[in-house]
């Protein structure tokens, strides 16, 4: 027997606690009780769902328990350890033994865009699923999508996750940077986002309270264990290797100017119409567009030294764009340069005495005072470019979990990997 458990909102955004945390306590009964456990799954479903926390986790386990026993360890557990008293936190499990398309498909549209309560109930009661909610059970979206995907995930990473002692959680994270820093050196890129060197920054170290101490993300499950091996710090209370679907980019889809929804991300081809402008607090806009629609993007001011790259942009670009629609404006995670303006309209130069013209007025072109020479209209002049063909990412500080980075390779054209 195949049986699948979905988990998803058991985490609270002002106590802390993180989903993953739930489903290792799971894993553990099940093998204490002769079941074998195949592998966790840490699936991450659509970035622009409003009500979530920040990375919008679900996670599935996967074993040969009966789904009767399943179910029953499964939901005392959350029971037990959810944040119940947060409001905002509604945990849902689901327990499922026979998959099929439309559960896959359900965990697509969880992924790429939004259900409702009542999409999960529906295919739950159809096909006789296992499930319990909590609250108003917003969760067993994310634990419906989870067990979904199972048959869905044609690329995956990794993440090996330690736990923080429970009387250290709330207290500062004691890990040691340098080990860190070193550690993610010798394993890149069977290893990334463990780190931002240009920032300084440990990325795999969050910030926000929780179990969590660390977290190593990566292509090879060995690499990462390996990278976990040498970072010194606190104890570690508990440890879990996840197959995931980070960055792989599973929430983008292609896209075309005319037919793009706020709450989606796409990947998109247009020319720049717009040069860049930096508005207060520092975040960059251009505007790309086909002739006839056009559609604003930006790069934030979290995205950093990225902005420098958007900022080199100039009208008549061709450029690929990637990244979450809102409010009509796409957020910038990733962006190709296809094809690149070479020349750019100066005041012409008086062929005479090398200087340069002044207008003769409204259409009527340029003419040197001094020479009476004259031109027709600005001139052409070759413009020294600081951007390359090629892809261009937010660095590792700013990257959303489920976007790729360039160091994965699979991109259409020459790569920039940030560090």
Known sequence: MHTVIGIDDTDSRE????????????????????????DLRLVRLNPAVEHKTRGNAALAIHTNAPVETAYTVTTALVDAIAETDDDRTNPGVVVAADLDDEVADFYKEAVTGFHDISDAERIIEGRGYRSEAWGIGRGTIGALAAVGAHEAFHDWTYEYIAYREPDRRGTPRDVDV????AAADEAYPDAWDTVDRTAGAPVAVPNAPGPILYGIRGDDPVAVARVAA???SEPVHDRALFVTNQGTDVHVQPGDLDAIEDGRAYRLSADVVAAPETRPGGHVFFTVGDGE????????????????RVRDLRVGDRVTVVGEVGEGTLKLEKFAVRDLVETTRVTPTCPVCGTSMESAGAGQGYRCRDCGTSAPGKA????DRALEVGWYEVPPVARRHVAKPLVRGGFDAPTHPER
């Open 380 to 383: 052409e002049a070759p413009l």
């Open 293 to 308: 629609h056009r559609l604003e993007c930006v790069a934030f001011e979290p995205t950093k030294r990225f902005r420098d």
């Open 230 to 232: 040498g970072v010194e």
């Open 178 to 181: 340098d080990s860190l820093f």
């Open 15 to 38: 106590r802390g606690m993180c989903t993953t945390y739930a489903a290792r306590p799971v894993a553990r009964r099940l093998r204490e009780r002769g079941h074998r456990v195949d």
